[in-house]
């Protein structure tokens, strides 16, 4: 049993925790001290029961929040084959947001990720060009991006379109991801890398503005900072930090 911040919905949580793909809770990567599944599970699980509670996210035209989900599966245009979760996911009157959280993954050596044939389909519709021309830049390795996933983004930011049209809403992809000092060990995140990382995510958001998914880069640092100005989040805010440490 994963040891949860207090106030947390526990039974809600794991329910979610257990029907994502990742295999989180079982393998014990949850309990890691490294974990970004804790880390957006304890921080987006307070909020499961009272939706009205979060804060509209910084720098996300959506208006107030109207539901809160862990792990959500955004369904591609097609049946077979896998689909992309999403670590959060939010719903207000006009727009879908699909949160993807990270921690420490950008400063780890990189995973080798593509597109399969199936994404080659004229599923995505005229405003999903620009994600679109670079899905082919990734495939043709003339897009270079060392430590940001921006293969897994793509294939999000197909699957909250998809999900978003159908339900006749706007589409927001927010990269939520960490800036920590240190690793669990101690040893000081390469300050090499976190710059890198930094200038990869500007360029990826730079390479999609203006198509149908609105992308946003948020820093956990900032969002918490957020979170604390509201006098009822102080003490989730505190315990973030008290069991999460320096995000950034």
Known sequence: ???????????????????????????GKFDSAESSAALVANAFGWFLDRPASLPPL??????????????VE???????GRHPWLDVGLVTHTT???VESKRFEPFRPAKQTGFSDVYDRPVWGPNMARYTALAQGLIAGTADFRVLD??????????IRTRASKR?????LVYLYAEPAHW?????????AKARHREEVARFGAAVAGDDVVFVPL?????????????????????LRARFGDLG
């Not at 006749?168 to 927001?172: N, Q, Y």
């Not at 669990?184 to 090499?192: N, R, T």
């Open 1 to 27: 049993m994963p040891n949860f911040l207090p106030d947390l919905p526990e039974a809600r949580v794991l329910e979610a925790l257990s029907r994502a793909p990742g295999n989180e809770l079982r393998s």
């Open 58 to 71: 910084p720098g996300v035209p959506a208006g107030a929040v109207e539901t809160v989900d862990l792990e």
């Open 74 to 80: 955004m369904r591609f245009p097609w049946s077979g």
């Open 96 to 98: 879908l947001v699909g």
């Open 150 to 159: 921006a293969v897994q983004l793509v294939k999000h930011a197909y699957g």
């Open 168 to 172: 006749g809403l706007g589409s927001v």
């Open 184 to 192: 669990s060990s101690g040893k000081p995140v390469d300050q090499a």
């Open 219 to 239: 820093r956990w640092g900032d969002l918490l900072r957020q979170w604390a100005q509201v006098p009822q989040l102080s003490q989730h805010v505190a315990a």
